[in-house]
């Protein structure tokens, strides 16, 4: 996969063909784990007569019809680092997957965390001259867009308009069809390491699947765990995962900023397993059942057996206060939290009107998180989980599926496909079009 740009337009390709079979799975390839969910559709992307069909709250006709998870192996930092072990991690979720919903997958829409995410605003004007918008001067503003050096070994993710503006109204969400001076438009473009989307790539391709869509972990969280309000008015999405914390911000029912912190759940457990002298599995489960940010009197005397296995008696018995337990976590949490806000803080996040911040992804249901979080934060804070997407296995509703239940919308709702017009090349001179509309029409 030497350019993404061409591999983007292959993608939408293959996400048209599922479309058409009506099968497609989702893939989420984290840290910690490696969710796969299998989703019918019902062709007509509307609801059947019956209303048997749609999963998501009357938009869309799609049902969710196998999910599983598997331990997820080769993988930190949401990145891949050994090939062999991840592949045979992914092929394990997705037979799993397979054999619930009793039907065979051959297209997978894939999202990851990590890769450095880097966030670019993007603008540009256009005269219209009193003449009609259409799909020309739509992709004639979106052409005269600036995009700045990324630098080398970077790829664009996401690319989407969040904004229009004609004369003095702002916030259009579509300004084709109406009248005015001056065409206006903000752009949202994140860019990620290009080597670990192509190493994402490569490793599904091994699993003999195809790779139907591509996406930010980042993004779908966001889009299944704020409700609507809160993409509207301005709010963040921390999705708190094993290997690393993905931050993102939404308004106006677009992604506005990206973000993720080389930090998560599995570093938590790391410190209680060195802290407490067990393995990392005892420690994991020690960090579920016992652990906190949040000490009282009471955690002083509340005692936990340590456990072990080493074969010496006086050395498995062991027991530790669960306020022992908490001042391991907690340093450790608060460092995440810190780094999380310095991102917002860098995103201007203060500015919007609305600084409602939602918690969601496996590790943010450590007791007494988001007491913690609106401190350091600073602002309201509230646990999430995925929204909008019924019938799914109870095993997939927590909030450690917010992102894999993300994808399933944005699967059903490419919010970017929306803008994949062809341009009539008659409509141009040659040369005049800018990289910007080159990369979004092959991007999306």
């Known amino acids: 996969m030497t350019d993404l740009y061409q591999s983007q337009r292959a993608m939408r390709q293959m996400r048209r063909q599922a479309m058409q079979r009506g099968v497609v799975a989702i893939l989420d390839v984290g840290s910690s784990k490696i969710a796969c969910l299998v989703l019918r559709f019902d062709g007509s992307g509307r609801l059947s007569e019956d209303g048997s069909i749609g999963a998501l709250a009357g938009q869309s006709g799609f049902r969710v019809i196998g999910a599983a998870t598997t331990r997820s192996r080769g993988v930190q930092f949401g990145e891949i680092t050994a090939m062999q072990e991840t592949e045979r991690a992914i092929r394990t979720a997705v037979q799993a997957a397979q054999k619930m919903a009793e039907v065979r997958v051959d297209h997978v829409i894939a999202c990851f965390s990590g890769a450095n995410p880097r966030s670019y605003g993007l603008d540009a004007k256009l005269d219209l001259e009193g003449q009609v918008v259409s799909e020309h001067e739509v992709a004639q503003v979106l ?131 060195m802290g407490l002298g067990v393995p990392l599995t005892n420690a994991e489960r020690i960090k579920t059942f016992c652990g906190g940010v949040h000490a009282t009197g009471a955690d002083d005397r509340d005692m936990i057996d340590i456990g072990g296995d080493t074969g010496d008696w006086e050395h498995d018995r062991r027991t530790v206060s669960r306020a022992e337990l908490i001042g391991i976590m907690r340093p450790r949490v608060e460092e995440i939290l810190e780094e999380v806000r310095a991102r917002l803080d860098a995103a201007g996040f203060e500015y919007l009107p609305s600084q409602q911040i939602v918690l969601t992804g496996g590790s943010s249901q450590i007791m007494g998180l988001d007491g913690l979080a609106s401190r350091i934060l600073g602002q309201q804070v509230r646990l999430g989980r995925p929204l909008r997407v019924h019938g799914l296995p109870q095993s997939a509703t927590g909030p450690g599926f917010a992102s894999a239940v993300g994808l399933c919308l944005f699967a059903a709702h490419p919010q970017d496909e929306w803008w994949d017009f062809e341009m009539p090349a008659s409509r141009h001179p040659a040369g005049t079009l800018g990289r910007a509309v080159r990369w979004f029409r092959d991007n999306w």
């Open 143 to 273: 052409a005269s867009c600036e995009v700045p050096e990324y630098g080398a070994g970077r790829e664009v993710i996401h690319a989407q308009p969040v904004n229009f503006a004609l004369d003095n109204r702002s916030g259009l969400g579509d300004p084709r069809g109406q009248m005015g001076q001056t065409l206006a438009v903000d752009m949202h473009m994140l860019t990620v390491d290009a080597i670990a989307v192509q190493n994402l790539v490569r490793c599904i391709q091994r699993c003999d699947l195809e790779l139907a869509g591509i996406a930010s972990s980042a993004y779908a969280s966001g889009f299944s765990a704020l409700v609507e309000d809160e993409q509207e008015l301005g709010a963040a999405c921390i999705d708190m995962g094993g290997g690393s914390t993905s931050i993102s911000v939404f308004m106006k029912k677009h992604m506005i900023y990206a973000d993720a912190v080389r930090l998560g759940g599995d570093h938590i457990t790391s410190d209680i397993s």
